[in-house]
């Protein structure tokens, strides 16, 4: 069975400075990919960085990163600069073959002015 | 390009009704997925029409299903609603469907099930 596990059910951080969201995943897929969803309070998903499990190098975007770790089955967020806009539930996921997406539990995160 | 669009936004339907969401994907995505979110089960997913051919299901009972039309617009339809189905409905369109298109999910239709 494919899971994926957020251990952070609640994590605040102080506005500018950085946090790190974990995840962690296992699945039977050789060929797989990796998400991290921001759902703001008005509840829209929004894909904030994906990652090809083929892929060694880490994805950016802007103050977004992750840290995958393949033989760990780990893939942490990291958020620097954090500003009061990314106050929201942040949702790992994973996927393959097919559009089914594995979900966490979320983790929601509070920027602090 | 227009995102994706669900309708309705708010549902109060009573216990025994069927109720009927429409999710409008992003002109020119053929895959919509549909999810169920809840505060205790979290985000878990329904079923994927891709082509008018529902592609996967998830772990449901048969009172969910859906279909799809030939101009990719869904609808899922959920019958003898119960207590428990009270909960955020998304959709979600792809252009393609491998989780290596990237899926774009609608605001959501909040059914309250009394």
């Known amino acids: 069975a494919q899971t994926v596990t957020q251990s952070q059910p609640e994590m605040s951080v102080q506005e500018a400075e950085t946090v790190t969201l974990s995840c962690t995943y296992d699945?039977?897929?050789?060929?797989?990919?990796l998400f991290w969803y921001k759902q703001p309070p008005s509840r829209q998903m929004i894909l904030v960085i994906r990652?090809?499990?083929?892929?060694?190098q880490n994805a950016t975007e802007n103050r977004f990163s992750v840290n995958f770790q393949k033989a760990a089955k780990s893939f942490s967020l990291k958020i620097s600069d954090s500003q009061l806009g990314d106050t929201a539930m942040y949702f790992c996921?994973?996927?393959?073959?097919?559009?089914?997406?594995?979900f966490g539990t979320g983790t929601l995160l509070a920027v602090q002015p | 390009k227009a995102g994706v669009t669900q309708t309705p936004r708010y549902l109060i339907k009573t216990r025994g009704q069927q109720v009927t969401l429409s999710c409008s994907p992003i002109?020119?995505?053929?895959?919509v997925s549909w999810y169920q979110q809840t505060p205790g089960q979290g985000l878990q997913f329904l079923f994927e029409?891709?082509?008018?051919?529902?592609?996967n299901k998830g772990n449901f009972p048969g009172r969910f299903s859906g279909r799809q039309f030939s101009n990719s617009r869904s609808e899922m339809n959920v019958s003898t609603l119960e207590l428990g189905d009270s909960a955020l409905y998304l959709c979600?369109?792809?252009?393609?469907?491998?989780?290596?298109?990237?899926?774009?999910f609608g605001p959501g239709t909040r059914l309250l099930v009394l």
């Open positions: 699945t039977s897929e050789s060929n797989y990919y």
């Open positions: 002109s020119g995505h053929r895959s």
């Open positions: 029409y891709f082509s008018e051919t529902q592609r």
């Open positions: 996921a994973s996927g393959g073959a097919t559009n089914k997406l594995i």
């Open positions: 979600a369109s792809s252009l393609a469907r491998t989780a290596q298109e990237t899926q774009y």
């Open positions: 990652q090809e499990a083929y892929k060694q």
